[in-house]
């Protein structure tokens, strides 16, 4: 029996949207790790006041591209500049379609001079994979997916341990003897802890300082207990699964746009070569913004703030439209910081609402209407309420504008998008994105 594809199952849902919008979806959180060690508002605060212990290792997925080809096609098919690209240098990699939407992002790390890791949510992975099939690229893959879809079970091929907040180096130093060589923001350093070999990424979330390390499953249980022991007098705390999706809201990433692939004709093949099944077919949409055009659910790299990633230096898919989208008006990336007592109003009936996370498409207006739609919210106790990464129309975007968030969810196809279904409304000011002054200003300074 032949896996349905992505066109079958648009096919026979009748249209993107009636394949994508599910009201009420719950919203991801990563697999394995517990949901909360010491509690989310003590995870939260952990990474802002002293040591957070992160475990990535198991809900993403890992490609290991390799071959005489394979910065050829990672360059024809991705807008970063692989002119300046070091062996042990991370980046977020942005593919585009021909219309100049995203894919989705992931991190690519050069491993070699012809071998490369590209990390994360697997869109960008398949679109990579598809494109060096169909091209006959000199180029060969390696997939180890998500824990959750792992064939057979079993355990990931790396592990990766992230070490993030004020104390970080402290710990890292406690560990390793001393301090890790100086290293630039998102390049790597080998590193060896009692003759176990692994990298260390310097990385960071939310404006923290950290590492990100990496390695093979064989020294994961010995690493993590390495820092959980060193981390102990420092007050380390693990970061739970529901925390940790959070620090994108502060540091202005925006998980898993929507890949611009559903309706494009000259796509159809690739979403025939596509699963059903995968990230392109089941990560759903819902929220009180509703259209049934997919398009107008697609962003831009320049909306997600990757325009200084993009180098028109080379020639690659989507280049002319990126270069027409240039200046043209689009909506700006801000952060909403919603009112406390109405979160309490709506989310909690008046009372604390506990944790909140979506991924909801929620409408934003201000008095002439519909003026952006947010892309993730959550709360975040160290602020003292909710926030939401938002793409608003550039004449709201200026901070301190007061702009109020639908709180609802849209049944979907057979009601009028533009319909009164007495949703309920969160008054929200905007701010900048990202939100953390270090992670806005100073982030990728050393880079």
């Given at each position: 029996?032949?896996?349905?594809?992505?066109q079958?199952?648009?096919?026979?849902a009748?249209?993107?949207?009636g394949?994508?919008?599910?009201?009420?979806?719950?919203?991801?959180?990563?697999?394995?790790?517990?949901?909360?060690?010491?509690?989310?508002?003590?995870?939260?605060?952990?990474?802002?006041?002293?040591?957070?212990?992160?475990?990535?290792?198991?809900?993403?997925y890992?490609?290991?591209?390799?071959?005489?080809?394979?910065?050829?096609?990672?360059?024809?098919?991705?807008?970063?500049?692989?002119?300046?690209?070091?062996i042990?240098?991370?980046?977020?990699?942005?593919?585009?379609?021909?219309?100049?939407?995203?894919?989705?992002?992931?991190?690519?790390?050069?491993?070699?001079?012809?071998?490369?890791?590209?990390?994360?949510?697997?869109?960008?992975?398949?679109?990579?994979?598809?494109?060096?099939?169909?091209?006959?690229?000199?180029?060969?893959?390696?997939?180890?997916?998500?824990?959750?879809?792992?064939?057979?079970?079993?355990?990931?091929?790396?592990?990766?341990?992230?070490?993030?907040?004020?104390?970080?180096?402290?710990l890292?130093?406690?560990?390793?003897?001393?301090?890790?060589?100086?290293?630039?923001?998102?390049?790597s350093?080998?590193?060896?802890?009692?003759?176990?070999?692994?990298e260390?990424?310097?990385?960071?979330?939310?404006?923290?300082?950290?590492?990100?390390?990496?390695?093979?499953?064989?020294?994961?249980?010995?690493?993590?207990?390495?820092?959980?022991?060193?981390?102990?007098?420092?007050?380390?705390?693990?970061?739970?699964?529901?925390?940790?999706?959070?620090?994108?809201?502060?540091?202005?990433?925006?998980?898993?746009?929507?890949?611009?692939?559903?309706?494009?004709?000259?796509?159809?093949?690739?979403?025939?070569?596509?699963?059903?099944?995968?990230?392109?077919?089941?990560?759903?949409?819902n929220?009180?913004?509703?259209?049934?055009?997919i398009?107008?659910?697609?962003?831009?790299?320049?909306?997600?703030g990757?325009?200084?990633?993009?180098?028109?230096?080379?020639?690659?898919?989507?280049r002319?439209?990126?270069?027409?989208?240039?200046?043209?008006?689009?909506?700006?990336?801000?952060?909403?910081?919603?009112?406390?007592?109405?979160?309490?109003?709506?989310?909690?009936g008046?009372?604390?609402?506990?944790?909140?996370?979506t991924?909801?498409?929620?409408?934003?207006?201000?008095?002439?209407?519909?003026?952006?739609?947010t892309?993730?919210?959550?709360?975040?106790?160290?602020?003292?309420?909710?926030?939401?990464?938002?793409?608003?129309?550039?004449?709201?975007?200026?901070?301190?504008?007061?702009?109020?968030?639908?709180?609802?969810?849209?049944?979907?196809?057979?009601?009028?998008?533009?319909?009164?279904?007495?949703?309920?409304?969160?008054?929200?000011?905007?701010q900048?994105?990202?939100?953390d002054?270090h992670?806005?200003?100073?982030?990728?300074?050393?880079?």
């Open positions: 029996m032949a896996i349905p594809s992505l079958d199952g648009i096919d026979k009748g249209s993107p949207i394949l994508l919008w599910q009201p009420n979806a719950e919203p991801w959180t990563p697999e394995v790790v517990e949901r909360e060690y010491a509690g989310w508002r003590q995870e939260q605060a952990a990474w802002h006041e002293g040591v957070a212990l992160l475990n990535l290792s198991h809900h993403m890992d490609l290991w591209i390799e071959g005489p080809d394979a910065t050829r096609v990672l360059a024809e098919y991705g807008a970063n500049n692989f002119e300046k690209f070091a042990g240098q991370a980046k977020q990699y942005v593919p585009v379609t021909r219309d100049g939407k995203i894919v989705t992002d992931g991190i690519l790390l050069r491993r070699a001079e012809n071998k490369y890791l590209l990390s994360g949510v697997p869109a960008a992975q398949h679109w990579v994979q598809y494109h060096a099939e169909k091209g006959g690229y000199d180029v060969g893959f390696e997939t180890d997916t998500s824990s959750a879809f792992r064939p057979g079970g079993g355990d990931p091929r790396l592990f990766r341990y992230q070490i993030q907040g004020p104390l970080a180096l402290e890292i130093e406690k560990v390793f003897g001393g301090p890790l060589p100086e290293t630039k923001f998102f390049h350093t080998p590193v060896t802890l009692d003759g176990r070999n692994f260390a990424l310097r990385h960071g979330m939310a404006g923290q300082a950290g590492y990100e390390f990496i390695g093979p499953w064989e020294h994961a249980a010995y690493v993590h207990e390495a820092f959980l022991k060193a981390g102990e007098p420092l007050g380390l705390i693990q970061v739970g699964a529901l925390a940790y999706t959070t620090p994108s809201v502060e540091s202005g990433w925006i998980p898993s746009p929507v890949p611009g692939i559903y309706a494009d004709p000259e796509l159809a093949e690739y979403r025939a070569w596509l699963p059903l099944f995968g990230i392109e077919g089941k990560r759903p949409l929220g009180s913004y509703f259209s049934e055009d398009a107008d659910f697609y962003v831009s790299p320049y909306e997600l990757y325009g200084k990633l993009i180098h028109f230096g080379h020639d690659f898919h989507g002319d439209a990126l270069l027409k989208a240039k200046d043209e008006p689009r909506r700006t990336k801000v952060t909403l910081v919603f009112d406390a007592d109405d979160v309490r109003r709506v989310a909690g008046g009372e604390d609402p506990g944790f909140v996370l991924y909801a498409r929620h409408r934003v207006e201000t008095s002439a209407g519909l003026a952006g739609t892309m993730q919210t959550a709360s975040i106790d160290p602020v003292g309420t909710v926030l939401a990464q938002t793409l608003i129309d550039s004449a709201h975007a200026e901070s301190g504008t007061e702009v109020t968030v639908v709180w609802g969810e849209h049944p979907g196809l057979g009601t009028d998008p533009e319909a009164d279904l007495g949703f309920p409304r969160i008054r929200a000011t905007v900048a994105s990202p939100f002054r992670a806005r200003t100073e982030y990728r300074r050393n880079a």
